[in-house]
């Protein structure tokens, strides 16, 4: 089955120290994204790729980095420099439209990440 | 102001009643737009894309009103596994979405 998988479900760690999360996407997308979700409030976006070894920062960006060695991959690793980690981590694929119309992003289960 | 609004609820509906969201945007140059639900503690999920001519699937309408900025999802006979957060999302820039906060249903027996 074609997807997007996101691995560990749930991740503790303690203050201080760096933590990678894992993306993979088997829909050969072009474009894949890391958001962020607290309580309450909306998906903000931390980076976003658009081909192999290409990224750019999303809104909220400091303290986080990634990387996009290949197309399938494209992990988010948090920083100690991350004030408040503690969030559920969600990462996402599409495919770029044509005519500039733009095409869904699919998602994957998500991290629960949670600072001790 | 922000990009995507959206009123939170909840809304408290019984089953098969009818129930709209609507949602307001910022950009003015948004070109595709999207309602997305979310089930407690999982992922978004694709409802539908949102068209200027307005579309239906089954039980859900959505329309898109591009003089005001605003677009709407109305449910029809609701089910009580309707009950979730809807996102509104739009287009912020190149392959690039704004989701908005959601409005969260609950339908009731």
């Known amino acids: 089955d074609g997807g997007i998988t996101q691995s560990p479900k749930y991740l503790f760690r303690k203050e201080g120290q760096n933590v990678t999360l894992s993306c993979e996407q088997n829909?050969?997308?072009?474009?894949m994204y890391w958001y962020r979700q607290d309580p309450g409030q909306g998906l903000r976006l931390i980076y976003y790729s658009q081909i192999v070894n290409d990224f750019q920062k999303g809104d909220i960006a400091e303290g986080y980095s990634v990387s996009r060695e290949k197309k399938e991959s494209f992990p988010l690793t948090v920083t100690s420099a991350q004030k408040n980690p503690t969030a559920f981590y969600l990462c996402?694929?599409?495919?770029?439209?044509?005519?500039?119309?733009?095409?869904?992003?699919?998602f994957g289960p998500g991290t629960r990440l949670t600072v001790l | 102001r922000k990009e995507v609004e959206q009123d939170p609820g909840p809304f408290n509906v019984p089953e098969g009643a009818t129930v709209a969201f609507n949602c307001t945007y910022s950009n003015s140059a948004s070109q595709s737009f999207f309602w997305y639900r979310q089930d407690c503690r999982k992922e978004p999920k694709l409802l539908m894309s949102?068209?200027?001519s307005g579309n239906e699937d089954g039980r859900f309408t959505a329309q898109l009103n591009r003089a005001s900025q605003y677009i709407s999802l109305l449910i029809r006979d609701s089910k009580l596994s309707d009950s979730a957060t809807y996102l509104c999302v739009v287009t912020g820039g190149f392959q690039k979405l704004v989701f908005g906060t959601g409005t969260r249903l609950l339908v009731s027996p």
């Open positions: 949102v068209y200027s």
């Open positions: 996402a694929s599409s495919q770029y439209g044509s005519g500039g119309s733009y095409n869904e992003q699919f």
């Open positions: 829909l050969n997308h072009d474009a």
